[in-house]
């Protein structure tokens, strides 16, 4: 069991960013299990805008993306879906993502959930020390990253090993696109849904 310091009493918010694209069980098994062993209250996903990291690449419309998410978490009624960053437009930056959150939900205390990957790049993030200020930070195993804190703030990150899901969404679009299934990896739902709106075909 871990323990962080925060509130006694106050609402313990998980926050999941990602660019969704698609959602996978990745992204589920790490939430659940991040909720799990901080008794988070709820863990909110925020798809990106148009992530600053990735906009040479094409990234699908953030309504798709969007829809997925809601479709991947709404049967835990601990997960819900933010709006936040598609609704501010342009570019995502994590620490608008948390400002927003800490104006919406001012009496929680929140923990932003991070694979491996995307911790190593934090202190590339804009406002990297304000961050940790707004959040605590959780930072997941993912295969094929190694997970450290080495050089992050003492005391503001938790390391947590979760079970190896060696899935991407860039693996999926490959995959559609490529007529490979997705099933399994992606939610079911999800599956529908990228097969519906033709999703990752033409890459
Ligand atoms: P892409 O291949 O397009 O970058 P992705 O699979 O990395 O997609 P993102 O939306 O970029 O998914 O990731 C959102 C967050 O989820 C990041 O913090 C990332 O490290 C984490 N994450 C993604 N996949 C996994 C996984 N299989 N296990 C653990 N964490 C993951
Ligand atoms: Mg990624």
């Known amino acids: 069991e871990q323990k962080v310091p925060t509130g006694r009493g106050r ?3 998980g926050v999941m960013g990602g660019t969704f694209d698609p959602i996978h069980h990745g992204h589920l098994v790490a939430a659940s299990e991040v909720a799990a062993h901080f008794h988070l209250d709820e863990v909110i996903f925020v798809p990106t805008g148009q992530p600053w990291q990735k906009s040479h690449k094409q990234v699908s419309p953030a309504e798709d993306r969007y829809l997925m998410t809601v479709i991947a978490t709404a049967s835990n009624p601990q997960f ?3 709006r936040s960053d598609i609704d501010r437009g342009g ?3 994590t620490i608008d993502t948390l400002r927003d ?3 919406v939900h001012g009496d929680a205390d929140l923990f ?4 491996a990957d995307a911790l190593s790049q934090i202190l590339t993030w804009r406002d990297a020390e304000e961050l940790f200020s707004l959040s605590h930070f959780i930072g997941v195993t993912r295969p094929g990253h190694l997970l450290t804190d080495d050089g992050l703030p003492k005391g503001g990150v938790s390391l947590v090993e979760v079970p190896a ?3 991407s969404s860039t693996d999926c679009r490959a995959r559609v696109a490529q007529g490979e299934p997705v099933w399994y990896l992606v939610p079911d739902g999800v599956v529908r849904y990228i097969d519906k709106r033709q999703l990752y075909r033409g890459e």
């Open 80 to 82: 819900s879906v933010s």
């Open 165 to 167: 899901l060696a899935i």
């Open 91 to 93: 570019p995502t930056y």
């Open 11 to 13: 609402r313990r918010l």
């Open 101 to 103: 959150l800490r104006t």
């Open 112 to 115: 932003f959930i991070t694979g």
